[in-house]
Nanobody, 124 residues
C-alpha cells in the first residue's frame, strides 16, 4: 500500500523558517520523482518544487525560488522541503506527491500518489 505522510507544518511568523518532511512507503522510491504542491483556500493546487527520480533535476516555482529547497534521502525514503524567509502568501496546505515518470517532475498531472497534506500558516 502506497503511503505518503507529511509532517512539520505549523504557524510561523513572516520571515521565519519551517522544514516539511514526507515519509513514503509502498513503492520503489528511487524510481519516482517527488514533488511538493500547495493549495491555499479558494485557490487551485499549485506546483512548489520537485526533484526527479535520480536527483539530477530540481525545479522550483518562481514564487519560492531562492527560499525553498527540496531534498530526498533514498536510505530513509524521505523527502524534505526546507522553507526560509516565509511570507504570508506561502500560507497553504502543503502536499507531497510521487510520480513514476521520466518527464519533467513539475507537471502536476503526472503525479499518481498524494499525501493528506500539512498546514503551513505564516502570520504577518
Amino acid at each position: 500500500q502506497v503511503q505518503l505522510v507529511e509532517s512539520g507544518g505549523g504557524l510561523v511568523q513572516s520571515g521565519g523558517s519551517l522544514r516539511l518532511s514526507c515519509a513514503t512507503s509502498g513503492f520503489t522510491f528511487d524510481h519516482y520523482s517527488i514533488g511538493w504542491f500547495r493549495q491555499a483556500p479558494g485557490k487551485e493546487r499549485e506546483f512548489v518544487a520537485a526533484m526527479n527520480w535520480s536527483g539530477s533535476v530540481t525545479l522550483y516555482a518562481d514564487s519560492v525560488k531562492g527560499r525553498f529547497t527540496i531534498s530526498r534521502d533514498s536510505a530513509k525514503n524521505m523527502v524534505y522541503l526546507a522553507m526560509n524567509s516565509l511570507k504570508p502568501e506561502d500560507t497553504a496546505v502543503y502536499f507531497c506527491a510521487a510520480a513514476e515518470t521520466t518527464r519533467s517532475p513539475g507537471l502536476i498531472y503526472l503525479y499518481d500518489y498524494w499525501g493528506q497534506g500539512t498546514q503551513v500558516t505564516v502570520s504577518s
